[in-house]
């Protein structure tokens, strides 16, 4: 069949057939189809909609576009952890050495940062010498040993789901939940696991920003999973402001060392509790603890021992970081960063603050990327001194900009300040864990 009559069939609100939508995945792949005929018939699967069955369909056939890992040689249970990405998000740095030092395999493979949200990639980077491209082969070696291994994903896995998303991402689809689903699953179904805990953020630095919508996308991704013979399960947690104390991928591995070693403090305890709360899940799943209480305990033994900082010196070594940063965090902060306040407008409570325009900010100074090509500076970021519902004086500082000079606090400083919205009501406190699927 020619695209232009599958293109046709959903223009005109009809179903497409399984091999429609085979023939459809496999002319992206193989660039049969041109890039006007892909987003064609992706805006028509965006107006007239996709079933069930399609959206299934569409999955099966995105996790095939590509190689499906074999993981059978591993000899734990497979579980692997996905956030849909957010400001200050770092907690698969604490989840992978917590879950892996419990018994668990964790296949991490993650992404670059890509506006106003960081990626798991560019904070591992902040450790000098630390390699994320790893072979397939070399991957699963680790995963035997270590328990863990972090890796970027290369053009092996799902290839269908690289090209649709920088096409939906130009093409104004991005925001429909079967594509959603099918891109994030077919990532995740090629990884050959056991069970899936999905960590789905809501609030103004989500890329799901109203509640209702991040509780349908948690819905549909745990029912895909699920379909796909995977024990999965979803928390929708907050991102209605940023996730802990830093922002920014180096002081993001500084703030989970820190944690590792027991030196956090109250600024950091939603990363550490939400990261506790995300591994016991996987631990649930994995078949490691029968009770939420029991894996909860597992998790936090594993942290306090040390043997959670253990594994992850174990995984920097292997993938040639600089495992000195695990005895002194500190080496994570360059010493040459400028440390500029910036300050409250009026005195009252902070009632909301713009995570979207937060991350932006970091962006605008190079700690994020624009486009996928940026380069990052990984040094650059913020420090975040109040949360929802504290008080502040008129001139108090809000957060501190980490920054290469003047000129980039300049930049940013107004737009960070006006991100923090004060009231002279005292405001809901957002929960970490809004709800679970
Ligand atoms: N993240 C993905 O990987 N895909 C989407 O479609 C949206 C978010």
């Not at 006007?36 to 069930?52: H, K, P, R, T």
């Not at 990884?191 to 549909?220: C, H, I, N, P, R």
């Not at 027991?262 to 603890?289: C, F, K, P, W, Y």
Request: glycine fraction near 10%; charged fraction near 25%.
């Amino acid at each position: 069949m020619r695209p232009q009559e599958i293109i046709a069939k959903k223009r005109d609100g009809k179903t497409l057939s399984n091999a429609d939508i085979g023939i459809f995945v496999e002319g992206v792949s193989t660039g049969e189809w041109a890039d006007y005929q892909i987003s064609a018939l992706v805006m028509a699967m965006f107006i007239n909609g996709l079933d069930q069955r399609e959206q299934d369909e569409l999955t099966r056939a995105m996790i095939y576009s590509g190689k499906v890992l074999d993981l059978s040689s591993v000899d734990r249970p497979v579980v692997d952890k996905h956030s849909t990405g957010g400001v200050g998000d770092k907690t698969s740095l604490i989840i992978a050495p917590a879950a892996a030092a419990c018994g668990l395999a964790v296949p991490m493979i993650s992404g670059r940062g890509l506006g106003h949200t960081g990626g798991t990639l560019d904070k591992l980077e902040s450790i000098k010498g630390f390699d994320v491209g790893l072979s397939m082969a070399r991957f699963t070696e680790l995963l035997g040993t270590n328990g863990y291994a972090m890796a970027g994903q290369t053009g092996e896995i799902a290839p269908a789901d690289k090209k649709l998303y920088a096409l939906r991402d130009a093409t104004a689809t991005v925001p429909y939940i079967p594509l959603i689903v099918a891109s994030i699953m077919s990532k995740k179904l090629a990884e050959d696991l056991d069970a899936l805990v999905l960590d789905v953020k809501t609030g103004s630095g989500a890329f799901m920003q109203e509640y209702d919508d991040s509780v349908k996308l948690a819905e549909a991704l745990v029912q895909t999973g699920k379909a796909f013979g995977v024990n999965t399960q979803a928390v929708v947690s907050d991102m209605s402001q940023p996730l802990g104390k830093f922002v920014g991928n180096a002081l993001e591995v500084y703030e989970c060392i820190k944690l590792l070693k027991g030196e956090g403090d109250d600024a950091m305890s939603a990363t550490m509790d939400l990261s506790i709360e995300l591994t016991a899940r996987m631990l649930m799943l994995g078949g490691v603890a029968d009770t939420m209480e029991s894996a909860e305990a597992m998790v936090r033994d594993v942290i306090e021992s040390g043997q959670a900082l253990a594994k992850f010196r174990q995984n920097v070594e292997v993938q040639g970081g600089n495992a000195a940063v695990c005895d002194d965090p500190e080496l994570l902060v360059d010493d040459a960063l400028l440390r500029v306040p910036f300050s409250a407008s009026a005195a009252g409570y902070v009632a909301a603050v713009n995570t979207f325009a937060v991350g932006r900010a970091i962006c605008d100074i190079g700690g994020g990327r624009i486009k996928a090509e940026d380069g990052v500076d990984h040094a650059v970021g913020l420090e975040c001194t109040v949360r929802i519902g504290d008080r502040v004086e008129k001139g108090d500082p809000l957060g501190i900009i980490y920054c290469r000079d003047r000129n980039q606090a300049d930049s940013i400083s107004e737009n960070l300040q006006n991100a923090y919205k004060i009231t002279e009501e005292i405001p809901d406190i957002p929960k970490l864990i809004r709800a679970t699927v």
